[in-house]
């Protein structure tokens, strides 16, 4: 639908949104949304170039535990809040989760004690700096945000107050708990060479790259195809005699060049999910981060990486697997879930599909 609304020249991401929302008027308020997400992609670019420099104070360590026992980055929390404020004031967001907050954040309207008002009819789920550990040798690093409506019957009732509310916001805030087949949108910005910013709206996925000199997104990968096959594994590979048996058994083939497609694989693997995944959408290949003896769920966490980087993919033309299921159909229990990913080019991740299933 969009390759007849936008030609693929200087098409900057405002315009390629308001043209969108003009086919498809019920996104008329994600455009609201996605220009407060370019805007905070914009200024964490500026923090990330700018930390190496002698007079900036951002690099190193906050001093804190986040809720997943990681020693905080600075950024990680700067860009937490930079991300936090800039949904905030959209008006449009009635709750959002981050890697960097312990719970839910309740972003309720003017009249406090309703959580969610009819205007905030959307949840966001985000990483704000994904590859943290990265940052401070100025590898790249990025930012992953998931969109949601919310559940309708969740408006609290205005006249609650104090305990008798409390069933009804944790029903609002269980409307963080979504699988991703109920994602509206998601989209990464990557902090690299260039800065891009990478989404979906369900239909195709499309990558806008930052003009420095406009100050805009411009649309250089319109619907972007992921190579159906591959031959490039991009795995923390220290992990492999931890990893279950099908999936070794399948790289060690890949390895070998014994695999479906007889291709030999070489390996890539950046440490920062965000930059990872973008090479694979790109050059093809698969990407995991699988479970293993000591965690079975992997390390990445299902509602702010998991699934809004599996809708890119799917939305590219490739797969997002654990192994034994779709990773976007699997419902958190809690915020901070995690779970088994190996995700990109089709007939390559089908082939791992394949040998779990060989394996039952
Ligand atoms: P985050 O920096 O947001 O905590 O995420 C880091 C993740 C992900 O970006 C990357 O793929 C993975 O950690 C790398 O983990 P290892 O260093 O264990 O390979
Ligand atoms: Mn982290
Ligand atoms: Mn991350
Ligand atoms: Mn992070």
Known sequence: VFDEVCETTGVTLKRFMSEVAMLNPDITEL?????????????????????????????????????????????????????????RFTGRLGVLASEEEDVPVDLSGANKGVLIDEGERYVAVFDPLDGSSNVDAGIPTGTIIGIYEHDENCAIDPDCVGEDCTEQEAQCLANTLQPGTNLVAAAYCLYSSSTFLVLTLGSGTYGFTLDENLGEFVLSHPDIKIPEESSIISFNEANTPNWDKPLQETVAKWKAG???????????????MVGDVHRTLLYGGVFGYPGDKKNPNGKLRLLYEGAPMSFIVEQAGGLSTTGKERVMEISPEVVHQRVPVIMGSKNDVQEVIDAYAAAQ
């Open 31 to 87: 455009t609201v949304l996605f220009g407060a997400i370019e805007t905070a992609c914009k200024a964490i670019s500026n923090l990330v170039k700018r930390s190496q420099l002698p007079s900036s104070e951002t690099l190193g360590y906050q001093g804190e535990v986040n809720v997943q026992g990681e020693d905080q980055k600075k950024l990680d929390v700067i860009t937490n809040d930079l991300l936090k404020r800039a949904l």
């Open 258 to 272: 014994k695999g479906k497609s007889g291709k030999k694989f070489s390996s890539r693997y950046i440490g920062s």
